[in-house]
Nanobody
Framework: QVQLVESGGGLVQPGGSLRLSCAAS????????MGWYRQAPGKQRELVAD???????HYADSVKARFTISRDNAKNTVYLQINNLKPEKTAVYYC?????????WGQGTRVTVSS
């Protein structure tokens, strides 16, 4: 059974930084492209960054230059470094594959940006 466990969220001041982690089990992690998704209150979940099995990365225009996605295949973990957080970007962050039929979503990790 696939399990995705996100961690690293919390309360951060505007302009602050966080590093999110997502540990995956039950899948052959190294061959899967992985993505970080964000769901703000009252909005749909959106893909903000993804990384292929060859570590080629892609970012949504809204997060370029502030977010960095990376992966450690030995640890079955994908990371998201978030810098210069903005108050309007309070959201729950999730990881998942990029497959059309995805494994069940994890619980996500909440990032709250507030002074």
């Amino acid at each position: 059974q696939v399990q995705l466990v996100e961690s690293g969220g919390g309360l951060v001041q505007p302009g602050g930084s966080l590093r999110l982690s997502c540990a995956a089990s039950g899948i052959i992690f190294s061959i899967n492209a992985m993505g970080w998704y964000r769901q703000a209150p009252g909005k749909q979940r959106e893909l903000v960054a993804d990384i292929t099995s060859y570590s080629i990365t892609h970012y949504a225009d809204s997060v370029k230059a502030r977010f960095t996605i990376s992966r450690d295949n030995a640890k079955n973990t994908v990371y998201l470094q978030i810098n210069n957080l903005k108050p309007e970007k309070t959201a729950v962050y999730y990881c998942n594959t990029l497959a059309a039929v995805k494994p069940s979503w994890g619980q996500g990790t909440r990032v709250t940006v507030s002074s």
